[in-house]
């Protein structure tokens, strides 16, 4: 049957997995981009396109919390060479200042350019005519292409969640040419700041004989035709009202009340929250921590740092290096600063569901989002979200699209160590009325601007979006 709304993610919203018995069960996965999703699926009636999450996995098309859901096939080679490799070793650093060197492998290529057409085909095959397809994020970005090549009667928006890199990285990039033309298969281009847009636009002049005009960049069609492509800002928010909702209920508070008692109840909590990643600043923040302890300036048991590090993409080398790093440098302080029953560092190599999430932020007085390249970052609106009292202190990496929006934070460059020490320390002992006034604000923020505002704000931009030549 087809569908008026196709979504095109690399994953699934909910996470497919093969009993003993060889039966097939799920279970909802929390992102963000399904809460954004969801209500417009809904009542558009959609179906989402997607991996399961699990290698060498064949399912039929199903339907799970009122979606219908279309799974895509990964071989293990696949995933390794496609998801693994031209992904998150290629693409994902090159899009994040190079802080780890991408690696290029024509072979790995050739899977992302092979998986890329099977979404696109899955896209074609379920989109109803003149159907609105949204694809997803850095994985995807040669799918508006092709599938406008498969179905030119389609609405096509395509949305990338992480940062677009500066003209001048981006160059490195032996296949630039390709993953441009890819992108401007889609009607509407979207970015989380304006200077990843602007950065798209420059890389199209760069890159291709097109002619742009501020944001629109005209692409010919079949027989002289010429459309246009925009490009813009669209920074993605969360489900503020859930996680506002979770930490006022009972149990949720109890729950952070019982994590504080648990370290002793000291004077100031300070919490990470990141998938296991490089791009995070984990290491920058962990050793501004110890030098402050180090230097007395905090003092354990008084000061804690609770790190909930989640694992994520452990088959790749540097995500393996940099645990092994950031482990290292948690014994060491641990070691040197610690005393019986007195930890500064409680680190936690794991996934929590919501409500753990939701208490872990009440909890916090200060929140540390040190993250040396991010295309948003939505545990700072996370965290902003469940400080339902108006009570902590956000200290934000500058190089977080979060930044842009959040006025009312304490704005750190990580690189910095002696910035960031200050910060945190100016944090750690900040005055109740100035904390509830920044607080205050980041919550007016945060609040009125959740991710179903998000969604509806794309895809009514989408489909406003002219078809006619430029002017
Ligand atoms: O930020 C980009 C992103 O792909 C998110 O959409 C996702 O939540 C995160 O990175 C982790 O992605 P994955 O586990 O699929 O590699």
Redesign the pocket.
Known sequence: MPYELVVVA??LPVDLTLGPDGSLSWSRSP???VSALEPVMREADGAWIGWSGTADLESEPFDADGMHLVPVCLTTDEVEEY?EGF??DTLWPLSHDVISPPVYHRHWWETYRRVNRRFATEAARHAAPGAVVWV????LQLVPAILRELRPDVRIGYFH??PFPPLEIFAQLPWRRQVVEGLLGADLVGFQRSGDAANFVRVVRRFTDLTTRGPLVAVPGPDGTERQVRASAFPISIDSGRFDALARTQAVRDRAAEIRASLGDPQVMLLGVD?LDYTKGIRHRIKAFGELLAEGRLRVPEAVLVQVASP??QNVEAYQQLREEVELLVGRINGEHGTIGAVPISYLHHSYPPEEMAALYLAADVMLVTSLRD?MNLVAKEFVAACVDDRGVLVLSEFTGAADELAGALLVNPHDIDGLKDAVERAARMDPREMRSRMRKLRRRVMSDDVRRWSQTFLRTLEAAPREPLA
């Open positions: 690399n994953r992102g963000g981009l998801y992904a998150n997803h994020d850095y994985q969640h992480i998938r994520s993409r295309g």
